[in-house]
């Protein structure tokens, strides 16, 4: 079973510390070895705290053995994530796709 966490719409440096403590506290509550899935859907404004923010949250989805995805990706959002050559981290799916 997939446990699906919405992402705030705003994920800048200016928000991403009180979010951080928030959403891995959320991932946590989730048990070892589950399914989980980030909704950026709704993520209207970023920078690359966020990208960031997202690359803790795989790291301690690694560390309880969580599978996570990010899913929902906005246009602007995975164009970032690309420049910065994080894509593959964050969506292996779709990198693979792209390169096909």
């Known amino acids: 079973m997939s446990h699906t966490i919405a992402l705030p719409a705003v994920l800048t440096a200016d928000t ?3 979010i951080r ?4 506290q959320t991932m946590q509550a989730q048990p070892s070895g589950a399914a989980l899935a980030l909704d950026a859907s709704g993520v209207q404004s970023f920078d690359s ?4 923010l997202l690359l803790a949250c795989r790291r301690a989805a690694q560390k ?4 996570l995805r990010v899913l929902g990706w906005t246009d602007s959002l995975r164009s970032l994530a690309q420049v910065y050559g994080v894509m593959p ?3 292996p799916e779709a990198a ?5």
């Open 16 to 18: 991403v510390a009180a």
């Open 89 to 91: 981290l964050l969506d």
């Open 64 to 67: 309880r053995q969580q599978s």
């Open 21 to 24: 403590t928030q959403l891995l």
């Open 49 to 52: 705290a966020g990208l960031a």
């Open 96 to 100: 693979t796709a792209a390169a096909v």
